[in-house]
């Protein structure tokens, strides 16, 4: 089993920036795959970016590349996702996932852990 904590969320303005950290335990995440996902409300749960078990390869949606930077420190078992130019549509609570993986390209679905999440609120 994988435990999952995701800290750094919070109330912040349009156009600041924010790191979100996603501390695992139970397992060494060195062979998963770690993504994250956001959920708007009254939306449904949506991809945001991944990272392969290496860090050798991320993956970003299109809205999000160039504001968003994945990343990750397999000696603290920790994953990052530093956000920047926030606007009131990236409002969500972010959910960071891993998966068992050991592919190049890091999936962008069926997650087999998850967080609790943490809320992101941009104000404007």
């Known amino acids: 089993q994988v435990q999952l904590v995701e800290s750094g969320g919070g109330l912040v303005q349009v156009g600041d920036s924010l790191r979100l950290s996603c501390a695992a335990s139970?397992?060494?995440?060195?062979?998963?795959?770690m993504g994250w996902f956001r959920q708007a409300p009254g939306k449904e749960r949506e991809f945001v970016a991944a990272i392969n078990w290496s860090g050798g390869s991320t993956y970003n949606t299109d809205s999000e590349k160039g504001r968003f930077t994945i990343s990750r420190d397999n000696a603290k078992s920790t994953a990052y996702l530093q956000m920047n130019s926030l606007k009131p549509e990236d409002t969500a609570v972010y959910y960071c996932?891993?998966?068992?993986?050991?592919?190049?390209?890091?999936?962008?679905?069926?997650?087999?852990?998850w967080g609790q999440g943490t809320q992101v609120t941009v104000s404007s």
């Open positions: 139970g397992r060494t995440i060195s062979r998963y795959a």
């Open positions: 996932a891993a998966k068992w993986s050991g592919t190049y390209r890091p999936p962008t679905g069926q997650y087999d852990y």
